[in-house]
């Protein structure tokens, strides 16, 4: 290690706008990252440059490029992983990407649930039919892999004997019924992204650093 002892230069007359690196170890405390340097917050000249903390921070592979507070877009450099440990009084908890909110008709509770897992990058819609024709969006041709269009059907009302007759151009999504009668009807259309390469499910390897594919298509903000 290094034997250099760092001495902070003198503090500036009037506004110091520049930007500095900071020095130390890594630390795992619990707090807001405020940007130190020289003096106090208190002790700021009169007619500084705004407060002095960090406008973008990373953290390992964590970077955040916004100033707000939970409605702001977190950039990550690697992949979302559902294999992280933690470990508290002798249990081990394994994060399942968690989506937990205030319960919306329950004073003092809270909605948990947490996101769909899949050996795929899948998209999906879903919708009601009172016909013979369902349409895909437009951007579903740029996005997913028409062979990999499957439609799940749920007859409303009666029973129907319900088919896919057809997917013309994997856009439009033919139904009909074998009894020959109406149709009206539940549906749901999942299918693979063809942007980028596909999931590899399995692997070889202790940690996620030892993935073989490309980990920044599963970033967040993807």
Known sequence: MSSYEFVPEPRREGPDCVDRV???????LDQYIQKNHIVKEEDYPDGACPPFKYHTA???????????????TINMVGSITSATEVTANGITLTSRKPFDIPHPTKDGYRLRH?????????VYIR????????????????????????????????HQELYVESIQYGRRIQVRNA??????CYYL?????KDGEKLIVEYEGTSIDDYPGDNSIYSINK
Do not use: F, M
């Open 189 to 193: 259309i999942q299918a693979e992204r």
């Open 22 to 28: 900071p020095y130390g170890q890594p630390s795992n």
């Open 127 to 158: 919708g009601k039919l009172k016909g013979t024709s369902i349409t895909v969006p437009g951007y579903w041709g740029g996005l997913v892999d028409e062979e990999s269009i499957s439609v799940h059907l749920t007859p409303i009302g009666c």
């Open 58 to 72: 990373k953290i390992d592979n964590w970077e955040v490029t916004t100033a707000q507070t939970g409605a702001g």
């Open 179 to 184: 009894l020959s009668g109406p149709i009206e």
């Open 114 to 122: 947490v996101c769909l897992e899949g050996p795929e990058s899948g």
